[in-house]
């Protein structure tokens, strides 16, 4: 099976510097460089939150306003929040939907942005070991979300094998049909080397959205 040509990233444009310095970094990665520990790091990583995160560097971390605990306890499989919350902050994320890309930043429309157009073959040259799909916006809990647990991040390499059967498997639920495209593609950790395959970068003003003809 294989992927689309392009992937995306949306970034906030006040760490575009930091981006082009250390590359992509999860919020874990984050923290992991800022040396923040202890029961301020918790809150950061392991909990709700609520409101974007701004640290002492000036560098945002989003908020996650569509999954509240409560919300998301409704539909994890084997899995706790804050299991849930580390883990979607031990990765980092790119759209394979410019319109899905759109719907974040609908989210996020009074602070500019920039969008990371990538070459999805390049990346996974590089980090398919470290790389896995999902088969859902894994960072929304509201409106009748789908189960998820850990399984949902399939590795690149059992997709491109058996499609979604793992996460079938793994959580008990009904198998995805093979061809149910995959919605999100993440790499563990950080891509410090993304500018290697940034193929644009379109910033994005207050209000402003990704024009859909970038395909």
Not at 1 to 12: D, I, K
Not at 177 to 195: F, I, M, N, R, Y
């Amino acid at each position: 099976m294989s992927l689309p040509r392009f992937v995306y990233h949306l970034a906030e444009a006040e760490n575009w510097p930091s981006i082009q310095r250390y590359g992509l970094l999860s919020t874990r990665a984050l923290l992991d460089r800022l040396g923040m520990r202890g029961p301020v790091r918790a809150a950061v990583e392991q909990a709700y939150r609520p409101t974007r995160t701004i640290l002492t560097t000036g560098l945002v971390i989003r908020d996650q306003k569509p999954m509240p605990q409560a919300a998301l306890e409704r539909c994890l499989i084997g899995c706790t929040a804050s299991r849930w919350y580390e883990l979607l902050n031990s990765k980092v994320f790119f759209w394979f939907d410019p319109e899905r890309l759109n719907r974040q930043r609908r989210a996020c429309r009074h602070f500019p942005q920039v969008v990371l157009k990538i070459d999805s073959d390049r990346l996974l040259g590089r980090y398919a070991a470290q790389t896995a799909l999902t088969p859902i916006n894994t960072g929304n809990a509201r409106r009748k979300p789908a189960w998820r647990g850990a399984a949902t991040f399939v590795s690149y390499r059992v997709w491109a094998d058996s499609a979604w059967l793992s996460e079938a498997q793994a959580l008990g639920t009904s198998p995805r049909p093979q061809k149910h495209s995959p919605v999100e593609l993440t790499v563990a950790d950080s891509v410090p080397d993304v500018l290697d395959f940034v193929l644009s970068v379109q910033y994005l003003a207050p209000n402003e959205y990704l024009p859909l003809n970038v395909r």
